[in-house]
């Protein structure tokens, strides 16, 4: 089992920056991949940034260049570093753990990021 705790999330301006942080428990969560998420009331969860075991990184079109995903297994963290935040970037945020990109079994409880304009 994994607990995942996400925190950071908050409002900002419109061009602003922030970062999002997922604490993870246990021992072994250097053999997971790891993932972020955001989800607006309405629409489908979109994934935002995911890193493999081997911190390989991979963005969709949308936060590439804005986004950059990071992990510190000696903390057990990862980290969600956005910048430049646009309005249609206010969602909840979660972070996911999964033994492989892609398929995760984790989730933690999710953080508001709200960017005004």
């Known amino acids: 089992q994994v607990q995942l705790v996400e925190s950071g999330g908050g409002l900002v301006q419109t061009g602003g920056s922030l970062r999002l942080s997922c604490a993870a428990s246990g021992r072994t969560f250097s053999r997971y991949a790891m993932g972020w998420f955001r989800q607006v009331p309405g629409k489908e969860r979109e994934s935002v940034a995911a890193i493999s075991r081997g911190s390989n990184t991979y963005y969709p079109a949308s936060v590439k260049g804005r986004f950059t995903i990071s992990r510190d297994n000696a903390k057990n963290t990862v980290y969600l570093q956005m910048n430049n935040l646009k309005t249609e970037d206010t969602a909840v945020y979660y972070c996911?753990?999964?033994?492989?990109?892609?398929?995760?079994?984790?989730w933690g409880q999710g953080t508001l990021v709200t960017v005004s304009a």
């Open positions: 996911a753990a999964g033994r492989r990109l892609g398929t995760y079994d984790y």
